[in-house]
T-cell receptor, first 116, second 113 residues
Framework: AQKVTQAQTEISVVEKEDVTLDCVYETRDTTYYLFWYKQPPSGELVFLIRRNSFDEQNEISGRYSWNFQKSTSSFNFTITASQVVDSAVYFCALSSYNFGNEKLTFGTGTRLTIIP | DAGVTQSPTHLIKTRGQQVTLRCSPKSGHDTVSWYQQALGQGPQFIFQYYEEEERQRGNFPDRFSGHQFPNYSSELNVNALLLGDSALYLC????????????FGAGTRLSVL
């Protein structure tokens, strides 16, 4: 069975501070995908990133960066110089790499509030 | 390019009734997945449709059923509604060879009274 744990329920930071959202996962699959989605108040889940389990290279996209560590089953997400528009609920998710077994297993989310 | 569209936006039903939710996938996508998101929780996978057939199913009772049409659009049907079915229902679409990047619609908010 797959499981995703986001231990941080809510985080509040002052604008321009850096913030890291934690994600820990469990899976028996040897190859899998990891994802981060953002859910603003409108409700739509916005795709941010997908990583393959066999590619542990960290990634940076603008103010966003992701740290994937297979040894600790973690896939953490850092926002640098946070902005009010970053306020949302962020979900980490996991899926199998296998065709036909593509359901996403989500964590319970972290509500991020950026204080102006 | 239109994204994933869902209708209706909001719906109010009473216990025991039946409901149908609709989803149009993103252009070029052939796979549709449905998720249920209770308040304060992460989305839970209901099922996925590909080539008009249910390919994978989560832990939901048979009251939840679906359909995919030749144009790849999809419906989610829920029979004998319970209070606990109140949730945001999210549709996601993806392309079979797109390495499982699922794009979500804004959802249908179902309230069961």
């Amino acid at each position: 069975a797959q499981k995703v744990t986001q231990a941080q329920t809510e985080i509040s930071v002052v604008e321009k501070e850096d913030v890291t959202l934690d994600c820990v996962y469990e899976t028996r699959d040897t190859t899998y995908y990891l994802f981060w989605y953002k859910q603003p108040p409108s409700g739509e889940l916005v795709f941010l990133i997908r990583r393959n389990s066999f590619d542990e290279q960290n990634e940076i996209s603008g103010r966003y960066s992701w740290n994937f560590q297979k040894s600790t089953s973690s896939f953490n997400f850092t926002i640098t110089a946070s902005q009010v528009v970053d306020s949302a609920v962020y979900f980490c998710a996991l899926s199998s790499y296998n065709f036909g077994n593509e359901k996403l297993t989500f964590g319970t989310g972290t509500r991020l509030t950026i204080i102006p | 390019d239109a994204g994933v569209t869902q209708s209706p936006t909001h719906l109010i039903k009473t216990r025991g009734q039946q409901v149908t939710l609709r989803c149009s996938p993103k252009s070029g996508h052939d796979t549709v997945s449905w998720y249920q998101q209770a308040l304060g929780q992460g989305p839970q996978f209901i099922f996925q449709y590909y080539e008009e057939e249910e390919r994978q199913r989560g832990n939901f009772p048979d009251r939840f059923s679906g359909h995919q049409f030749p144009n790849y659009s999809s419906e989610l049907n829920v029979n004998a509604l319970l209070l606990g079915d109140s949730a945001l229902y999210l549709c996601a679409s993806s392309f079979t060879s797109g390495k499982n990047i699922q794009y979500f619609g804004a959802g249908t908010r179902l309230s069961v009274l």
